[in-house]
């Protein structure tokens, strides 16, 4: 059984930053994939970033490219997502997501993960 819990989410302006992040349970942390998923008002839950185990490899939605970054601490077993200039439209609530393997393949997919954080709320006002 793996335990993600996230943290960091808020309100913020049009054109802010916040950083969140997901502490795990899982060991070694290293062996597992992470993503990060949102699910924003009216809308299908959807894929916004995904890293591999070694931190080697990430992968992002179109939509957050050049603005939102995900990295790993793998001695800390935690996972982040800085978002910069962020936008109304990025208000959503936000899952970590945890799958056992080396590499997200079709990380978009969430029915790969087998473990989700309970979310954390991202406002964007403009």
């Known amino acids: 059984q793996v335990q993600l819990v996230e943290s960091g989410g808020g309100s913020v302006q049009a054109g802010g930053s916040l950083r969140l992040s997901c502490a795990a349970s899982a060991n070694p942390y290293s062996r597992w994939c992470m993503g990060w998923f949102r699910q924003r008002p009216g809308k299908e839950r959807e894929g916004v970033a995904a890293i591999s185990g070694t931190g080697g490899s990430t992968y992002y939605d179109d939509s957050v490219k050049g603005r939102f970054t995900i990295s790993r601490d793998n001695g800390e077993n935690t996972l982040y997502l800085q978002m910069n200039s962020l936008k109304p439209e990025d208000t959503a609530m936000y899952y970590c997501?945890?799958?056992?393997?080396?590499?997200?393949?079709?990380?978009?997919?969430?029915?790969?993960?087998?473990?989700w954080g309970q979310g954390t709320q991202v406002t964007v006002s403009s």
């Open positions: 997501a945890a799958r056992h393997d080396s590499w997200p393949l079709n990380w978009r997919n969430g029915d790969e993960y087998a473990y």
